[in-house]
């Protein structure tokens, strides 16, 4: 998936998802993802052209494939080249308020319900919605465009949101998401910024609700390395890949924790992935992550 990976700005992240990437293949809704389905098919399989179907199938399943995976959308960070970061995930219970101030309210009450939900579901992290400002601690709000420097101005202060960073994800991203996190680096609230405007004009608007929701979990890095996934630019798929599906089973593993440098990730990894293994969160991962989720709500 297209989009400007995260910057740590003083327990802030933040990322876009840019507006470039494939736009005249994406539909504004779900009528034409069906449609499209067998371009996308044709042009994955012409991507992996050099491999075997064999090794195309099972490569992600890899283990240091799947570790090489988490360190790049776990632990970097674009704007840190050469460095790690910490660790960050949820660790208190997640309360989402969806806000709907632009567009059909019902269809993005249902698909920000169904999206978080899957997602919780995969993680096992808890989950509910509420309707109060106040109770949230995770906001997704659909807005117009003229509106979204105002609300992120309100969520980082004047100070972060004026940061060469903040600026051009703001000039060059379609969607937006923030998030903060506490000294222990778990992750304490989140915000994701939809302008359903510029989204629906970009053919981006579900792409905007899956990737957004999937980073907030704690996965803040974009990386082409990591593929098929939607942290990659060369996927061309909307959905969660089982790949991600792995990654998030991963991040939520009991074996790590929020704050974890990346030489204890890498460490914990392997017995983090031979447990998944054995549980047979490897080998099904392609039917499970259509579980549930938002993909199979749409009738994809």
Request: net charge positive; with cysteine; glycine share 4%.
């Amino acid at each position: 998936m297209p989009c400007l990976p995260h910057r740590q700005l003083t327990g802030l992240f933040f990322s876009t998802l840019r507006a470039s990437f494939s736009s005249s293949l994406r539909a504004p809704f779900f009528s034409s993802l069906r449609a499209l389905k067998a371009l996308g098919i044709a042009l994955l399989l012409s991507s992996l052209a050099a491999v075997s179907p064999s090794q195309a199938a099972e490569r992600w399943q890899r283990a240091d494939v799947l570790t090489d995976s988490f360190m790049e959308v776990a632990l970097k960070r674009e704007y840190q080249p050469g460095s790690s970061a910490s660790l960050v995930r949820w660790q208190a219970p997640i309360k989402v308020r969806v806000d709907s101030q632009l567009g059909n309210s019902r269809m993005q009450r249902q698909m920000s319900k169904v999206q978080f939900r899957h997602l919780a579901a995969i993680t096992g992290q808890p989950l509910s919605f509420v309707s109060s400002a106040r109770e949230a601690n995770l906001r997704i709000a659909f807005i117009a465009r003229d509106h979204m420097t105002r609300e992120a101005t309100a969520y980082v202060g004047k100070q972060q949101a004026a940061t060469p960073g903040m600026r051009k994800a703001l000039r060059e991203g379609v969607c937006l998401t923030l998030f903060k996190t506490g000294p222990d680096h778990a992750i304490t609230s989140g915000l994701i910024l939809i302008p359903t405007d510029y989204a629906r004009q970009k053919a981006r608007l579900v792409d905007c609700v899956v990737e957004e929701s999937a980073q907030l979990m704690g996965l803040p890095n974009d990386s082409d390395k990591v593929f098929p996934s939607i942290f990659s630019d060369v996927t061309v798929d909307t959905w969660l890949s089982p790949l991600d599906y792995v990654l998030l089973k991963m991040l939520y593993a009991p074996e790590l924790s929020p704050g974890m440098s990346a030489a204890q990730v890498r460490a914990a990894l392997p017995t983090v992935i031979q447990r998944l293994a054995e549980q047979g969160e490897l080998s099904h991962a392609i039917r499970r992550v259509r579980q549930g989720s938002l993909r199979e709500w749409a009738g994809d």
